[in-house]
């Protein structure tokens, strides 16, 4: 049973525009949420996280928005470069317990 | 320079054998995981250990074995009772937080 989902397994944007992915969870338990980048037959680097307790965390040109009664995060990438074409994961923790994943989406930055 | 090691990089095994892949870590990190990852799936816990000589099964370890004989290595053996073993491999390594590092992963392939 997937408790994180990414449903939108693809994603196409313009070079400066901005790049919207989500993730849903169901267990209400998690309480740290994490972004992770990768590149193909490279492992995920870590991109951005947010704690349970927060609805917003900024870092450069990502953000993440939490929505803990949709149980819903968002990340936001502004502006999009060609250099953010990648596989991105979101992943949620509990308790500093395990991460568990979503399928990833594939974002691709044109030119 | 701190991080992890996996190796190899690509990995062949035939038909009915055991192989041994290899993750090694000098970040000092007393908890390490092995995750899974296969086309259009997010990453899947094999086994993961919090401390050395200790180590739990994941949401997929039938097939797996693992050992945590030193902080710095945690080897994940995939044995022939793995049905379907093709797949990238995954190491990580945590820290107290939720800083997990991850290595740049062995490519399994049954031949």
């Known amino acids: 049973d997937q408790q994180v989902k990414q449903n939108s397994p693809s994603l196409s944007v313009q070079e400066g525009r901005i790049s919207i992915l989500n993730c849903d969870y169901t267990?209400?338990?998690?309480?740290?949420f994490l972004w992770y980048k990768k590149y193909p037959a490279e492992g995920p680097t870590f991109l951005i996280s947010?704690?349970?307790?927060?609805d917003k965390n900024e870092d450069g040109r990502f953000t993440v928005f939490l929505n803990k009664s949709a149980k819903h995060l968002s990340l936001h990438i502004v502006p999009s470069q060609p250099g953010d074409s990648a596989v991105y994961f979101c992943?949620?923790?509990?308790?500093?317990?395990?991460?568990?994943f979503g399928a990833g989406t594939t974002v691709t930055v044109r030119a | 320079d701190g991080g992890i090691t996996q190796s190899p990089k690509y990995l062949f095994r035939k038909e009915g054998q055991n192989v041994t892949l290899s993750c090694e870590q000098n970040?000092?990190?007393?908890?390490m995981y092995w995750y899974r990852q296969d086309p259009g799936q997010g990453l899947r816990l094999i086994y993961y250990?919090?401390?050395?000589?200790?180590?739990q099964k994941g949401d997929i370890a039938e097939g797996y074995s693992v050992s945590r004989e030193k902080k710095e290595s945690f080897p994940l053996t995939v044995t022939s009772a793995q049905k379907n073993p093709t797949a990238f491999y995954l190491c990580?390594?945590?820290?107290?937080?939720?800083?997990?590092?991850f290595g740049s992963g062995t490519r399994l392939t049954v031949v």
């Open positions: 250990s919090q401390i050395v000589n200790d180590f």
């Open positions: 947010i704690s349970s307790i927060k």
């Open positions: 992943a949620a923790s509990r308790n500093d317990y395990k991460l568990s």
């Open positions: 990580a390594s945590k820290d107290g937080n939720y800083g997990y590092t």
């Open positions: 970040l000092n990190h007393d908890a």
């Open positions: 267990n209400s338990m998690f309480d740290y």
